[in-house]
C-alpha cells in the first residue's frame, strides 16, 4: 500500500506560477516512478509529467514541455510539480499517481488537488 497527499493547488492568474506537492508513505516509494495526471471538467483524465525510479528521467505531456518540471525528493518521500507560464487550459484537479517498476500501470493514486488559471 502506498498514500498519496497532493497539496500546492489554488487559483492564480494566466502567466502565474504554482508548486504542486505529493507526499508518499506507506511502501519504498523510490522504488515507483512518481507521476503526475489532471483532468478538466467534462475531459478524460490526462498525463502530464513523470520522473522514473531508477534515474530520475523526466517526461512530460507536449502540452507543458518547457513550462511544467517535477522532481522527486526520496529522502523526504516527496514529488513535486512545479508549474511556470500557467495557461487557463491548464486549469484542472491534478492528481499524483505512484507505478511500481515492476508495472505497467500506475497502482496508487492522491485525491487530487485544484488547479485554476484565470485570465
Known amino acids: 500500500q502506498v498514500q498519496l497527499v497532493e497539496s500546492g493547488g489554488g487559483v492564480v492568474q494566466a502567466g502565474g506560477s504554482l508548486r504542486l506537492s505529493c507526499a508518499a508513505s506507506g511502501r519504498t516509494v523510490s522504488t515507483y516512478t512518481m507521476g503526475w495526471f489532471r483532468q478538466a471538467p467534462g475531459k478524460e483524465r490526462e498525463f502530464v509529467a513523470a520522473?522514473?525510479?531508477?534515474?530520475?528521467?523526466?517526461t512530460y505531456a507536449d502540452s507543458v514541455k518547457g513550462r511544467f518540471t517535477i522532481s522527486r525528493d526520496n529522502a523526504k518521500k516527496m514529488v513535486y510539480l512545479q508549474m511556470n507560464s500557467l495557461k487557463p487550459e491548464d486549469t484542472a484537479v491534478y492528481s499524483c499517481?505512484?507505478?511500481?517498476?515492476?508495472?505497467?500501470?500506475?497502482?496508487?493514486w492522491g485525491q487530487g488537488t485544484q488547479v485554476t488559471v484565470s485570465s
Open positions: 499517481a505512484a507505478k511500481y517498476f515492476l508495472s505497467r500501470k500506475y497502482d496508487y
Open positions: 520522473i522514473s525510479w531508477s534515474d530520475s528521467s523526466t
